[in-house]
């Protein structure tokens, strides 16, 4: 059975060789030697200044939407998973959706400044499949309105745009470490971010609000993470340079066996050093899409409508219209990609859709 994705899991030796540390300490959270570690390593990896390592992407969202004191409507994306709205309206927070770039998939910047109205707090975007938003444009809306922007950068682990990590851009950047992911801790996420009271409302906030044993700085929550999960983190970080290169070669051999089909791929920017984290393809209609994903199916090979329904259609975010997310959500879908996905597999899978279109 081949499945849209695959966890990469480390040798089974270099994990236990650090669970005989976390046996022998007897630390296993509250911020833990291991977690400390990830977390520096995470830093010089990526080359952010504040990080923290915390238990899922889904938290370090609402921990950003708290951080930034955001209370009223929050512009964002109706094109990503589930998890974006859902944190804004979990915070007491209402999502409006400006549609996205029918090239790019990421929230027009043209149609963010049309839906900024006086009761709008914050712009929440999505880099999504880990392609760099259009950060330059929207910084630029961002300081004429005077509006912090949050990055939902669960798929961007690793990418740079102009020789510097994506997630640099923004008050805050948020990704996930789920199993799935390019880099993951089993379980898990972070908070990114460049300014200090910022980064020290975060400290804070994702430990209870405490201050020492006895003490409470403010609100807090349980965002912490565990060194079971660091080490597993510590595990996968230096074998990511060739987790992506393999993406990269993969990703690469789709390009040519699908060239000509018909299908859509969306683009990697010029400026973008890209981490190969999704494969998708737009269909031209519902109905090739279908046809193509039961043939799959039908040779036990998993593709994935990601994403997909649109995030309008959510019964708690309101009703709203996004012409291109609500054409493109339909039609979308992310074909097998990961570590040890064989070329003849990829060439199965090509020689299936062609066939079928």
């Known amino acids: 059975m081949i499945n849209v994705t695959k966890t990469f899991l480390p040798p089974l030796e270099e994990y236990t060789a650090y669970l005989a540390g976390i046996w022998e300490r007897a630390w296993v959270t509250n911020h833990g030697p291991l977690v400390t570690e990830l977390e520096a390593k995470l830093k010089a990896y990526l080359g952010v200044k504040h990080l923290f390592l915390v238990n899922n992407g889904t938290i370090a969202l609402q921990i950003a939407i708290k951080a930034l004191d955001?209370?009223?409507e929050i512009i964002t994306t109706p094109f990503s998973y589930v998890a974006t709205s859902s944190s804004i309206v979990w915070e007491g927070c209402t999502?409006?959706?400006a549609d996205i770039d029918a090239r790019t998939l990421c929230l027009d910047p043209a149609l963010i400044a049309q839906h900024i109205t006086p009761t709008t707090r914050a712009i929440l975007a999505t880099h999504v499949y880990g392609h760099s938003c259009q950060v330059e444009a929207i910084a630029a809306l961002a300081r004429e309105?005077?509006?912090p922007v949050i990055y939902d950068a669960a798929h961007a682990f690793g990418v740079r745009y102009k020789e510097q990590s994506i997630l640099n851009f923004g008050d805050i950047s948020t990704l996930s470490f789920h199993a799935t992911k390019l880099f993951h801790t089993g379980e898990g996420g972070a908070l990114i971010t460049n300014n200090d009271e910022l980064a020290h409302k975060i400290a804070y906030m994702m430990n209870?609000?405490?201050d020492g044993p006895e003490n409470f700085w403010g609100l807090g929550i349980n965002g912490k993470n565990s060194e079971l999960h660091a080490a597993l983190g510590l595990c996968v970080l230096p074998k990511i340079p060739d987790l992506i290169r393999r993406r990269r070669e993969i990703s690469q051999l789709?390009?040519?066996?699908l060239a000509g089909s018909g299908l859509v791929m969306p683009p990697t920017s010029p400026n973008e050093v890209y981490n190969y984290a999704y494969y998708p393809v737009i269909f031209p209609t519902l109905p090739l899409l279908e046809q193509v994903r039961d043939a799959l199916q039908a040779q036990e090979?998993?593709?994935r409508r990601y994403f997909y329904p649109s995030l309008t259609t959510?019964?708690?975010a309101g009703k709203q219209v996004a012409q291109v997310t609500e054409s493109v959500a339909p039609r979308i879908l992310c074909l097998p990609l990961y570590h040890d996905l064989p070329n003849?597999?990829?060439e199965q899978i090509a020689r299936i859709i062609k066939s079928n279109l």
């Open 95 to 97: 999502p409006v959706y």
């Open 208 to 210: 209870f609000g405490h």
């Open 301 to 303: 090979i998993f593709p």
């Open 344 to 346: 003849a597999t990829v």
């Open 70 to 72: 955001l209370k009223g």
């Open 145 to 147: 309105h005077q509006l």
């Open 314 to 316: 959510l019964p708690y």
């Open 254 to 257: 789709y390009d040519a066996l």
